[in-house]
């Protein structure tokens, strides 16, 4: 059974570095075909993916954000960690992250609860 | 890479069908299959509903049914129930260095 959970500050302040922490069971991140995910959700808005981490530590992000995103794994732990700067507004948004699939398919299997976090002084 | 189109909103009755389409470009929707929906209820997580275009996850009720014609996919659901009523993303493969883009969502609503 896969399970996936966010963790970290649920507000920060605007100019501030927000480090979230997504642990997880049920995979392994040395698994060839595997890969987690970050996407976050703004209120009452769409998904935005934002990064992606490969099971050989090979690593993608959204190209609107690249500067400020930093992914990480760490498979003894099961976890991977998104590191954003220079926080803003209207990066207040519910953050998930979820299992990714890409052997053939391409596609979020299982997704965590999500976290939201707020960005206000 | 630009989000998908998808239309903001959409509509239908108790045992009807509806459809909900997804506009991409020759670079992603039109050169891969490999595009995949979500549903997304309000206040939940979202949930895969179709992958590679018109793969049913086990699970996924046999209404939800995908296609793709060009540029655009879509997402068909037959019979529609009052618990369908949500909002539905799709994402498609775009390339190596950009894997994933979404749509900017839909919502249903069952009259």
């Known amino acids: 059974q896969i399970t996936l959970k966010e963790s970290g500050p649920t507000l920060v302040k605007p100019t501030q570095t927000l480090t979230l922490t997504c642990t997880f069971s049920g995979f392994s991140l040395r698994t060839y075909g595997v890969g987690v995910g970050w996407i976050r959700q703004p209120p009452g808005k769409a998904l935005e993916w934002l990064t992606l981490i490969y099971w050989d530590n090979d690593k993608r992000y959204s190209p609107s954000l690249k500067s400020r995103l930093t992914i990480t794994k760490d498979t003894s732990k099961n976890q991977v960690v998104l590191t954003m700067t220079s926080m803003d507004p209207v990066d207040t948004a519910t953050y998930y992250c979820?299992?990714?699939?890409?052997?053939?398919?391409?596609?979020?299997?299982?997704w965590g609860q999500g976290i939201l976090v707020t960005v206000s002084s | 890479q630009s989000a998908l189109t998808q239309p903001a909103s959409v509509s239908g009755s108790p045992g009807q069908s509806i459809t909900i389409s997804c506009t991409g470009t020759s670079s992603d929707v039109g050169h891969f299959n490999l595009v995949s929906w979500y549903q997304q209820h309000p206040g939940k997580v979202p949930k895969l509903m179709i992958s590679?275009?018109?793969k049913r996850p086990s699970g996924v009720s046999n209404r939800f049914s995908g296609s793709k014609s060009g540029n655009t996919a879509s997402l068909t659901i037959s019979g529609l129930q009052a618990e369908d009523e949500a909002d539905y993303y799709c994402?498609?493969?775009?390339?190596?260095?950009?894997?994933?883009?979404f749509g900017g969502g839909t919502k249903l609503t069952v009259l």
């Open positions: 979820a299992h990714y699939y890409w052997t053939s398919g391409h596609y979020f299997d299982y």
């Open positions: 994402s498609s493969y775009a390339s190596s260095s950009t894997p994933v883009v």
């Open positions: 590679e275009v018109n």
